[in-house]
């Protein structure tokens, strides 16, 4: 598996990114537990293209707690 993992931006960025990213090839993973995907506390997306390349995009905050790694 490859995956990038990065970005801290707000979630109304994550949101527009997510929505334009289909457009690009990189259909959202788990759309049925997003953004919590990585569990509570975690808000992010995971994006894959046509090569199986991964990315997530973590948000830099989640309920006034800083992501982990912020």
Sequence with gaps: MKIWQGWRGA???LDELVGEAPGY???L???DRHPY???PGHCAARLEDT???EVELVVRQVS???A???
């Design 25 to 27: 090839g990189r259909p």
């Design 64 to 66: 006034g707690r800083s």
């Design 37 to 39: 995907a990585g569990g």
């Design 51 to 53: 090569d199986g390349f």
């Design 68 to 70: 982990p790694g912020a």
């Design 11 to 13: 979630r109304a960025e």
């Design 29 to 31: 993973l788990f759309p």
